[in-house]
Structure formats: structure tokens, C-alpha cells
């Protein structure tokens, strides 16, 4: 009655989490649910630090996505020293976010999502991973993406001391200046990451879009999901991942895509609810516009979708010439605005890297760039400040309170998988629904309903935290009394995103 079967090649997220599937009398899927197993603490345990230290201590709370949480750390430090940076140290700044967004967009398209389009969701385990994947495209692809991501790192070594815990955010600035020498090597690199970008957008197009087996399951109903698109955008409703003077955020319908909100990130506790649920320690959001309406899509659900797909959906177009002609190609191909196929995530996630690798050639091509104005010191102590980003992953905003001597009393964050957490629980239930069909199951059905979630790019150990160690995800699978017919175990996982 409980068989339990070690899965491997190991499933490929980061975090801790597992699946919950309900079967009904006759064997099929009745509901299912994905749990955060995880608990959260950074938002305690920063409670007494001096605020200006938050851009160094955020970024540890993951490996995977730091830069994001150094950044929008430092700009809600900006605020509670009542300061803006320089032009130079915004420069720099969003410099460090692009190379960041590109280099990690391409961490998960090459080794976390491509196996499943580019060698198949039923493929056997044993190849269906970055390995397969280098057999398949050839080890010159796999050289190109080892050396790019090198590259590209060294820029945010250079400008933040080391890619894996950022350190570089100051008050009204940043700590250190670029030089003309560096700048001519930044140019460099910047130039050969854009054709890296190009590269890889015609390689998903000609693997993935051209697989008959890929293109049906983008347009298979199981992976559509009708809820609302968050992102922040400029004054155009274009697409800048640092953000405008006021972070303006934007919230378009499920249905229709018209704009249902706008609001400044200094706002959002007037625009953006959370919502807890007992069987799991991750937040879920919603628009308070429409109110909590659970975990079921519709035209009338409260439920926020962010990162690359609902960023597509959100904005009126991209900030930068190529990614503007690669996002109205997508738009041409999936049939307008909005896009609900979860499965085009990947297709937007690329546009991205597209817009961030040419935001760092015009950045590297700025003189402004190595100005030695890198910091304003003019401080007015605001005891409140805010952050507000596009992380890779989507919105993330840091919330900071302090006493009259700058000591942190209250933190709050939230990050794009908290946004994104009931949106991924009803893609996973429409999915399971889809693919499994009683508790005999394929490895290749489970999978399918990984592909749901995995869309979404999730990192757990930004939105919960949890004392221990080693990953662990497991799906269970219960009948109808709710008793446990077969356990999946995917356990003794390493992060393959290194």
C-alpha cells in the first residue's frame, strides 16, 4: 500500500517542497496540492541589525538568486536614509541586475527546463538533464554556456566582490567605481553575452517550437492558467527591471488584459494582500482590488502570476529594440494578449535575457559609467524604506522599519515565488488532473506535472527558510478515504544551477 520509488535523474527546482495528489473513488486526480515545507526566518532574524547592513545579509538567503536581493535591499536602504544614487551608481547598479538576469535566465533554460523540450517529457531519466542535453546539442553549446556564465559572472565579481553573496550596496550608492579600462572589458563581454542571447533564442525556436511534441503540450489546456499578471514598468508600460523613479508596479486582468491597477512599490500594502494557508509555509498574494478568492483561476480570481510570462502579458512592449521585435513575434505566434500557457514562460524568459544583455551594452557603452560620482551622502533619516525590483523570477520588494537610530524593528519581503505560489498550486492540480490517470502512473506522467511548476522558475529558499539541510520532494498519492497509495521520493538532491 505505500510503495515508494526513488526517482532519478533527481527533479529540477531548488528548494524543499512535494506534491499532494487525491484521487477519487474511480481512480482519478479529485484535487492536489503543492506544499512549502519550509519555514522562513530572515525576516526575524534581521530584526536589531543596523538597516545599512540588509544589502549584505539579504543575498544569503540564496545562493541562486542573490543580486536581486542585494539590490532591492539597497534601495530600500536608499529610502530610509532619504536618498537617491547618483546617476553613475545607478549605472552600475542596474549593470549588476542585467548580467545577473541574463546569466540566470540562462541557468534555467539550459540545465533546469531544456531537457524536457529538447530531449522530451518522456525521455529516460537517465539522459533527461543538462548532460542528455550537451549529447544532444553538441559539447561546442555546452562550452559556449559554461564560458558565457563565466563571463558574465566576473562582472558582477567585479562590481559586487563575488556573484554568490553580493556585497556592493551602499546608501545613496554603491561601493566601488568602474574604471575606463574596465569598462572597455565590460564592453567586450557585454557584446559577446548579446550574441549568446541571440544564439539561444534561435535554438529554443528551432528545438523547441519546431518539436511537434513541445508545441502541443504550450498549446494543451492543461498548462493554460487564467489569473492575473503583476510586473513594474516606466512611464511607456515597457518592461525595466531596475524600475522608474517611483517603481511604478502595473496589474492586468486574466481575461481582457486591461489594467485593473497601478500603484507606486511604496504603496503596495494598499494594493497587494497576503494570505496564509495551514498546510504550507509559504504566503500567497493577491490584488485587493479583487480580493482572496482561493486557488482557483477564473475572470474573477484575486490570484497574481509574476516573472517572465506575466511580465510578458503586463507590459506594452520591451525596453530594448531585439527583445521589442522577439516580444511581438511571441505575441504574433500565441494568438495576443494575455498569454496563459504556463509553457511559454520559457519562450519570455529568453526575451528577457535578450533585453538584459542588450541594457548592458548600452550601459557599457555609457561613458557616465566610470564617473567617480558613485555615492550621495546628502541623508534624511525616514525610519521606513522600501525596494522594489524584476527579479528573474519576478517582483520582489523588501520592506524595512527601524527606530530613530536606524536599528531594523520590522522586515517584510515579498518574492516572486510568494506571488507566484497559488498560481503554482493550480497549474499543478490542472496538470495531475491532466496527466494522472489512477495510481499506476508513468515516470513520464509525473513528470509532465513537474513541468508545471518548473515553468515558473521556483526558488524556495527565497520564499520560506528552513533550518537542516538536503532537498527533498516528494508526491504522494491518495485515494479517495485519503489514504496514501504510492509515494515518489525525490531525495539526496544536489542544486544543479551551482
Known amino acids: 500500500m505505500g510503495q515508494n520509488i526513488t526517482i532519478n535523474p533527481i527533479t529540477r527546482l531548488e528548494g524543499h517542497g512535494k506534491i499532494e495528489i487525491f484521487l477519487d473513488e474511480k481512480g482519478f486526480v479529485q484535487d492536489a496540492y503543492w506544499q512549502v515545507v519550509e519555514m522562513r526566518g530572515f525576516e526575524r532574524f534581521v530584526v536589531g541589525r543596523p538597516v545599512e547592513e540588509m544589502p549584505r545579509i539579504m543575498p544569503n538567503i540564496c545562493g541562486v538568486c542573490p543580486s536581486p536581493h542585494n539590490i532591492a535591499a539597497t534601495k530600500a536602504v536608499d529610502n530610509v536614509f532619504g536618498v537617491s544614487p547618483t546617476p553613475a551608481a545607478e549605472l552600475i547598479r542596474r549593470l549588476h541586475l542585467n548580467a545577473f538576469l541574463a546569466e540566470d535566465h540562462y541557468v534555467h533554460f539550459y540545465f533546469l527546463s531544456s531537457p524536457d523540450f529538447i530531449l522530451g517529457p518522456n525521455a529516460d531519466p537517465a539522459i533527461r538533464n ?242 567617480k560620482d558613485i555615492r550621495n551622502m546628502n541623508f534624511n533619516m525616514q525610519k521606513e524604506g522600501i525596494g522594489a525590483i524584476e527579479a528573474a523570477r519576478g517582483t520582489l520588494l523588501h520592506h524595512f522599519k527601524t527606530d530613530e537610530k536606524g536599528f531594523i524593528t520590522a522586515a517584510n519581503l515579498l518574492v516572486a515565488t510568494q506571488h507566484n505560489a497559488g498560481p503554482i498550486c493550480a497549474s499543478i492540480t490542472k496538470a495531475a488532473k491532466a496527466f494522472v490517470k489512477g495510481p499506476d502512473i508513468r515516470e513520464g506522467f509525473l513528470n509532465q506535472v513537474e513541468m508545471a511548476f518548473r515553468a515558473y522558475d521556483p526558488c524556495l529558499s527565497c520564499s520560506t527558510h528552513a533550518i537542516g539541510g538536503g532537498l527533498n520532494l516528494s508526491i504522494n498519492i491518495r485515494n479517495h478515504k485519503q489514504e496514501i497509495l504510492r509515494t515518489f521520493n525525490l531525495t539526496q538532491r544536489k542544486n544543479t544551477t551551482l
Open 130 to 371: 543538462i548532460l542528455g542535453v550537451v549529447d544532444k546539442m553538441g559539447i561546442d553549446v555546452g562550452r559556449k554556456v559554461i564560458e558565457i556564465r563565466k563571463k558574465v559572472r566576473s562582472i558582477i565579481r567585479l562590481i559586487a566582490s563575488k556573484p554568490p553573496h553580493p556585497e556592493s550596496g551602499l546608501p545613496g550608492g554603491c561601493s566601488r567605481g568602474i574604471t575606463e579600462a574596465e569598462r572597455v572589458k565590460i564592453k567586450e563581454i557585454a557584446y559577446d553575452n548579446l550574441e549568446f542571447a541571440k544564439f539561444s533564442i534561435g535554438l529554443f525556436k528551432d528545438l523547441a517550437l519546431k518539436n511537434k511534441e513541445f508545441s502541443e503540450l504550450i498549446a494543451n489546456p492543461a498548462y493554460s492558467l487564467n489569473v492575473n499578471n503583476l510586473c513594474m514598468v516606466n512611464g511607456q508600460n515597457q518592461l525595466d527591471f531596475y524600475g522608474d523613479t517611483q517603481n511604478t508596479m502595473r496589474i492586468t486582468g486574466n481575461s481582457q488584459n486591461q489594467e485593473i491597477d497601478r500603484f507606486a512599490a511604496k504603496d503596495y500594502v494598499n494594493h497587494i494582500g497576503e494570505w496564509v494557508e495551514p498546510w504550507t509555509y509559504i504566503r500567497f498574494t493577491f490584488a485587493k482590488k479583487l480580493g482572496w478568492t482561493g486557488l482557483e483561476e477564473g475572470n474573477n480570481t484575486g490570484m497574481l502570476r509574476v516573472g517572465p510570462l506575466a511580465r510578458f502579458n503586463a507590459v506594452d512592449g520591451m525596453i530594448t529594440t531585439l527583445a521589442q521585435i522577439e516580444h511581438q513575434e511571441m505575441l504574433k505566434t500565441l494568438g495576443g494578449k494575455p498569454v496563459n500557457q504556463t509553457l511559454a514562460y520559457h519562450w519570455a524568459r529568453l526575451i528577457e535575457a535578450l533585453q538584459a544583455s542588450e541594457s548592458m551594452v548600452e550601459i557599457a557603452e555609457n561613458p557616465m559609467l566610470t564617473s
